[in-house]
């Protein structure tokens, strides 16, 4: 909008000395307005123009002030409602401005209280805060805590499930969580859980060592324990072997049920105590070699990486292991063998343990030069017992504890041969010299208590030659001498004593008294010169294949001169 310029009063002008057209408008237009933009280059405008253009400037203003005059008129009297709202927004603007600045200052006076109740607040739930910051913490890594936490869960698992191979993993991930947090309570609390779950792991394989198991098995369970690096390689070995010594052992004390209520007959005893033998060195044999060969595939054919050969403590530990096995049948042998006089079970017996030692030779372990001892003291034993219960039982025949004793010719002949009691002819003599070693004098049979005495004997005899050791010949002859001299004392006993005599209100006629001495005459010489001969020849050439020498019965000569004191022996028939 262009501003009218107000003319100076001609007085004015002729006391004021006008210099230039800024200077005169700057009489009448205040600074400021000069001041504007508009108004200066308004200025350069009416510097530049002519003076008509100047001169006819006025007018033009005047023009264009009425045009604006109108123009404002015309823009009154159409928009006077929009005036009046404009003017009434003012004064609501005016009255809104005043209450905003008192408002403005209500709040600038209550910010400072505002502020301290703030930092109070904040002070009072940084401990509330904390724990909402840790809790969404938590929250965030519920997935990795969760795992975590799961670990001695899932070890307990795998131990219990056998997964041995995942449990070790499971319990090295706890060691490398531990590892990079070594002071945070909740690992440190996981990894003690671990550790005992991995105890128990240990307790499972070293039990599984002592369990009914194949070499895979095994195999297994020692490769584990090697992962798990809590025994060396020595330890290790020594707790296989522990293991399956207590394994071995339970099996053997179940074999001894075959001992259990042996009692009674003596032939089932011997028995029982066989079956048991042999029961017990079937699962022995097994059972030891099947723990050689584990230990040698294990521990020294498959030696751990970290050596180029087996410790040399390796190979001790199993050699005491089969030492102490070894010495543990032996010693069940010297102990039970005694019990089985009977050669045919020992023969048996001795074939078993022999192929059985044949088996250990295969793996170094040969003992069949220990047995031999150990069955020879058996079958010495043994005879010596059965020979010695054949004479308990001649003397028992002749013992004048009975309490009815029979007479000689009641007792010691058979009815048949009582009148005239048979004697050994030299002929017979002879015949007896070369004959057949293992059939009997037929004139044996006239006497029977002597018969029986000679059948117990052979038998004996029968069974000794199916394990007849040959060093142990002189010992049996020397018993049997022992036997046959004892036996001659028994008969020597009962003729002195004379037990029939005993408790007899009348005494026996003359005719009795000489059939008894007939009878026991008789008896004596069929002893000595029959029974006895024929025995030590059955023992020498029947058994052994040996001749029997002239000092064969050189043991019985003191009782021989005792017999021959009351019944001389007629030398022509043979008598020594």
């Not at 066989?274 to 029961?279: M, S």
């Not at 498959?302 to 199993?318: G, M, N, Q, R, Y």
């Not at 024929?534 to 001749?547: A, M």
Request: contains cysteine.
């Amino acid at each position: 909008m262009t501003t009218v310029a107000t003319v100076a009063h001609p007085a004015e002008l002729d006391s004021v000395e006008v210099s230039s057209l800024p200077e005169l408008l700057a009489l009448s237009v205040s600074p400021s307005v000069l001041s504007k933009s508009q108004y200066t280059d308004y200025l350069a405008h009416l510097t530049d123009l002519p003076l008509a253009a100047l001169e006819s400037e006025p007018t033009t203003l005047q023009s264009s002030s009425a045009q604006l005059t109108n123009a404002l008129t015309t823009l009154c009297h159409t928009s006077y409602s929009t005036f009046l709202s404009l003017h009434s927004t003012t004064s609501t603007l005016s009255s809104s401005l005043g209450s905003l600045s008192s408002s403005l200052d209500s709040l600038l006076s209550a910010l400072p209280a505002l502020e301290s109740s703030a930092r109070a607040f904040a002070q009072e739930t940084r401990d509330i805060q904390k724990e909402r910051r840790q809790a969404t913490l938590v929250l965030e890594q519920h997935d990795k805590l969760y795992d975590v936490l799961s670990l001695p869960m899932l070890l307990d698992s795998c131990v219990r499930n056998h997964n041995y191979n995942e449990a070790l993993l499971l319990s090295n991930h706890a060691s490398s969580l531990l590892q990079r947090f070594p002071a945070n309570s909740l690992i440190q609390s996981v990894k003690s859980e671990c550790d005992s779950r991995v105890q128990a792991m240990l307790g499972q394989l070293l039990g599984s060592l002592r369990e009914q198991a194949k070499l895979p098995t095994l195999f297994r369970s020692v490769n584990f324990l090697r992962k798990m690096e809590v025994l060396d390689e020595q330890e290790l070995a020594l707790a296989f072997l522990t293991g399956r010594s207590y394994y071995l052992d339970n099996a053997l004390r179940a074999t001894e049920i075959e001992k259990k209520g042996i009692e009674g007959v003596k032939e089932k005893d011997k028995e029982s105590y066989a079956r048991f033998l042999k029961r017990y060195v079937d699962v022995w044999r097994e059972g030891v070699y099947d723990v050689i060969t584990q230990y040698t595939t294990i521990f020294l054919d498959k030696a751990p990486s970290t050596s180029s050969a087996p410790p040399a403590d390796l190979h001790i530990l199993i050699r005491v292991f089969t030492t102490s096995q070894l010495q543990a049948l032996l010693s069940l042998l010297r102990v039970t063998l005694p019990l089985i006089p009977d050669p045919a079970m020992l023969t048996s017996l001795l074939k078993q343990l022999t192929y059985c030692a044949n088996s250990f030779a295969r793996v170094g372990m040969d003992f069949k030069a220990l047995l031999s001892p150990i069955f020879v003291d058996a079958v010495r034993d043994g005879i010596a017992q059965e020979l010695e219960d054949a004479t308990t039982l001649w003397a028992s025949k002749l013992s004048k504890e009975k309490s009815k004793p029979k007479r000689p010719s009641q007792l010691l002949v058979s009815t048949s041969a009582h009148p005239s009691p048979p004697l050994p002819t030299p002929g017979q003599l002879e015949a007896l010299k070369i004959g057949p070693a293992h059939s009997p004098p037929q004139i044996l049979s006239s006497y029977p208590p002597l018969a029986l005495y000679t059948n117990d004997i052979l038998t004996a005899l029968n069974s000794l030659r199916m394990l007849a050791p040959v060093e142990l010949y002189s010992d049996l002859f020397r018993i049997m001498q022992e036997i046959l001299k004892k036996g001659a004392f028994v008969l020597l006993q009962y003729a002195k004593d004379k037990p029939w005599t005993n408790g007899t209100k009348s005494s026996p006629s003359m005719e009795d008294e000489e059939a008894d001495k007939k009878v026991l005459e008789a008896t004596g010489r069929i002893y000595f010169l029959v029974f006895v001969p024929f025995i030590l020849r059955g023992l020498s050439e029947g058994v052994y294949g040996r001749p029997v020498g002239d000092s064969a019965e050189s043991s019985l000569v003191g009782v021989k001169e005792s017999w021959q004191s009351i019944f001389p022996l007629d030398s022509s028939s043979g008598s020594s």
